[in-house]
């Protein structure tokens, strides 16, 4: 599937639903299936609407869909969007976890929700604007996900807790495409959101900082810095808002850099060390909850191999050579070829890939 020909031939008009988020690469993406031959509808998802944060994206995306002709259906996801995404992020971070919840809505959201009723309105196919690839056979069975072309914009980090048997019917069709390609297709055919800025961080906070957004639902209260020998150095806003690995945001009064390496939040304290300092690399990690998008590999791993992989433990990071096999416990262990800077954070997502860039699955850090 070529997703440049403008002949309408390929999707030979077949029902799809793009989720439509109100930006460029959706608009593009459901512009490219037209282009393809599909039966393109577009929806758009009501997620959690702090200050009316959406009402724009929403006008944006329903001119898209008046531009370029398809059905526009709005769903109305805004309870579920806090239950499971916004308080899964609350709850990580009262236990001390740094959740991602961009992991989490593309699960119970994009691919878990608006999937389940797609296939109910009868659409046989979800689409997307995200930034990856998926091989099919030549009979269209699903091979595996695979990194985007863009490598900057690659977003499969974000897309490993989708289940496997999801990718059957879903589409990428900006995989095989760069970001300026995406913008040059989006003023050619011209879109209303060809010029508009990707957005930054999380919608659903609206005008309110990430930081502020914890304080207005976490209780947390002032406390002490102190060094890895016992030295009180600064003053944090609350325990529970900071990340291991983390650099700023916090009073320093020794007048070095620190990075946070512990948190403590029955005692409301902060540990750090410099930034050269050896205890802030790492060499295992354990894994929880853990997703397979190839079902050899845990096939290997239940049978106690040790498989050789590539991984990040961040999103945008450098690919780290690795190996994953199951612990004395069962329990999911990863360890790097050689000891990786950044201490990874407990809630933060570690995502494993082989060959050509496939992912091969993912798992939450403990």
């Known amino acids: 599937m070529s997703f440049f020909s403008k002949k309408k031939t390929e999707g030979a008009g077949e029902k799809i639903l793009v989720a439509l988020s109100g930006g460029v690469d959706s608009s593009v993406a459901a512009l490219l299936l037209q282009r393809e031959g599909y039966d393109v509808?577009?929806?758009?998802?009501?997620?959690?609407?702090?200050?009316?944060c959406q009402d724009r994206d929403l006008e944006d995306a329903r001119a898209v869909a008046q531009k370029i002709g398809i059905p526009f259906y709005v769903f109305d996801f805004e309870?579920?969007?806090?239950?499971?995404v916004v308080d899964y992020m609350l709850d990580g971070y009262r236990a001390g976890a740094t959740p991602n919840p961009d992991v989490m809505c593309n699960r119970e959201i994009k691919f878990g929700l608006l999937y389940d009723e797609a296939m109910r309105l009868g659409f046989l196919r979800v689409a997307s604007g995200h930034y990856a690839r998926i091989k099919r056979t030549r009979g269209g069975k699903f091979i595996g996900v695979y990194a985007a072309r863009d490598t900057e914009k690659d977003q499969t980090y974000f897309l490993w807790d989708v289940p496997s048997d999801r990718y059957e019917n879903i589409l990428f069709p900006l995989g095989v495409l760069k970001k300026p390609q995406v913008r040059a297709i989006a003023r050619d055919a011209g879109l209303p959101t060809a010029d508009k800025k990707d957005s930054q961080g999380v919608c659903f906070l609206g005008k309110f900082k990430f930081d502020e957004f914890l304080k207005e639902h976490i209780a947390v209260e002032p406390g002490s810095i102190y060094d890895a020998g016992g030295k009180k150095?600064?003053?944090h806003d609350g325990a529970a808002l900071y990340t291991i690995g983390q650099k700023h945001g916090f009073i320093n009064t020794a007048g070095r850099a620190y990075t946070v390496i512990e948190k403590?939040?029955?005692?409301?304290?902060?540990?750090?060390?410099?930034d050269d300092d050896p205890r802030l690399y790492?060499?295992?990690i354990i894994l929880a909850q853990e997703n397979f998008l190839d079902q050899k590999v845990e096939q290997k791993l239940a049978a106690g191999k040790t498989i050789p992989v590539w991984v990040r433990t961040r999103y945008r990071?450098?690919?780290?050579?690795?190996?994953?096999?199951?612990n004395a416990q069962?329990?999911?262990?990863l360890t790097f070829r050689h000891p990786e800077r950044a201490f990874p954070a407990s809630g933060q997502s570690a995502v494993w890939y082989g060959r050509w860039g496939k992912m091969l699955g993912g798992g939450i850090i403990v």
């Not at 403590?264 to 410099?274: E, G, K, M, Q």
């Not at 069962?330 to 262990?333: I, S």
Request: glycine share 10%; net charge positive.
């Open 233 to 235: 150095v600064g003053t």
């Open 282 to 284: 790492t060499k295992e």
């Open 330 to 333: 069962g329990a999911l262990r």
């Open 79 to 84: 309870e579920e969007y806090k239950k499971r």
């Open 264 to 274: 403590n939040l029955s005692a409301n304290t902060l540990t750090v060390v410099y």
């Open 41 to 52: 509808s577009a929806g758009f998802i009501r997620g959690y609407n702090v200050d009316g």
């Open 317 to 326: 990071q450098p690919l780290m050579p690795a190996r994953i096999a199951r």
